[in-house]
């Protein structure tokens, strides 16, 4: 049974959904959280009874909290290499009592990405390429890590089966395989949904 701070408002607008935040990570939101519409868009395209979704850089758990509370039949798992994001992640998620909502503090390489049928990526990468777009000084960033995450991810998509579900958001095609079709595009095409051929 979800508490009483779920409740419409805070799933409609992101001024009221970053209120589970604190300042500094609120004023992050714009550029590095998922907005809300997106992340229902996203989740509705990704969600399926007993799948398992997996967010590719979850940072404060935006979209997997989201999509989650709009679709408790499906699990969403972020992924986030700064504990403080992860942190924050974890305390919205208890605030809003999802038990179909986890994250986890690591990194991405070190998944076993079987475990996962379909995924959620908002160019979690860039930062690396675009110094002005940093979140903190936490970690180490370089236009050598840009690429080999990139191609990490790259090569694992093209490993998942036939019928594997994908969303980018603020990504490059260079980034999806070309075994993936386009199947929608919005948000000014910034919005994609990809599947598995």
Known sequence: MHNDIVNPPLFSKDAAFDLLYPDHIKELSQMHWTPVNIAKEAGEFLAAPGARVLDIGSGVGKFCIVAGFLHPETTFC???QRRELFTFAEIAKEEVSLPNVSFIHGNLTELNFKDYDHFYF???FYENIEPGSRIDYSVRTSFQLYDYYSRFVFKMLDEKPA???????????RQVPPSYQLVDNSYSSVLKMWLKK
């Open 122 to 124: 908002y160019n979690a």
């Open 78 to 80: 972020g992924i986030e």
């Open 163 to 173: 019928g594997t579900r994908l969303v980018t958001f603020h990504g490059t095609e």
